[in-house]
């Protein structure tokens, strides 16, 4: 494994996974001189947005590209088609401050091209290692991390809201995660999002086996920025939450 941390953050949609994802990628591009490497792996690409970042050309457009490019009869040897697809992906690279974003694209067609997938999937693994931190913004599940990204992370972090659903769903992740062997980490917690006070992130504590690497409350600056469309770099490190995702990196080593 390189000498990069990897970071891959999963939850129930809806609960601010990428919310939690735009801060973390905010403070470890402002607070140290690392290379940041954000990949977007929700088909919405929610993290884009978030980062004010224009995707033009996403991994999977580069792949449907290439099946038809096979289709046709097009294609050329493995050499030269890994060759192109490294250009490819590094021309898919958006730059912005501080940091460079990958995004994934929506999931697969019908049919089975896993030479490509296996290609695409070992070529994004090795444009990671160039990277100091890679942090992955993924689906509610962990499979398709494995599956389009990557098999290895540093910390698998859950992030899930109060509700009853949301817990359910990383608990769930949590099963997969040991039973499976989806994906294999160094550890694992939750981050809490949209607390209302600490009663709540103690009941909570008691229905999950997870760590819990902090809580967030309901912040009015990420609603009012959400609601306005505006990135959530622009947030200031005055506000609760960046106070809160700075703490949580910190604990976990990512950030000094």
Do not use: W
Not at 155 to 172: C, E, F, P, Q, Y
């Amino acid at each position: 494994m390189a000498d990069n941390t990897i970071l891959a953050l999963c939850g129930k949609g809806g609960v601010g996974k990428t919310s939690v994802s735009a801060l973390m990628v905010k403070l470890l591009a402002r607070k140290n001189s690392k290379k940041i490497l954000a990949i977007d792996a929700d088909p919405a690409v929610g993290l884009a947005t978030a980062l004010g970042v224009q995707v033009k050309k996403t991994v999977d457009d580069i792949r449907k590209d290439l099946i038809e490019k096979i289709k046709a009869g097009q294609s050329k040897g493995n050499k030269d088609t890994g060759k192109l697809l490294d250009y490819e992906l590094f021309d898919a690279l958006e730059e912005s401050d501080g940091f460079a974003l990958l995004a994934i694209g929506r999931p697969e067609d019908e049919g089975c091209y896993c030479r490509v997938n296996s290609l695409l999937k070992d070529i994004i693994g090795d444009l990671a290692e160039k990277f100091d931190i890679v942090l992955i913004d993924g689906e509610a599940g962990i499979e398709q991390i494995n599956r389009r990204v990557m098999k290895t992370v540093d910390h698998l972090i859950m992030v899930s809201d109060t509700s009853v659903k949301g817990i359910s769903v990383a608990n769930t992740i949590v099963h997969v995660a040991d039973e499976n062997k989806a994906v294999e980490f160094k550890s694992m917690g939750l981050v809490l999002n949209r607390v209302r006070d600490a009663c709540e992130v103690e009941d909570i504590r008691k229905r999950t086996t997870l760590e819990i690497y902090g809580s967030i409350l309901e912040d009015s600056d990420i609603r009012d920025f959400d609601f306005r469309g505006k990135s959530l770099t622009g947030i200031p490190d005055t506000s609760p939450a960046v106070s809160v995702v700075e703490k949580i990196l910190t604990r976990m080593n990512v950030l000094t």
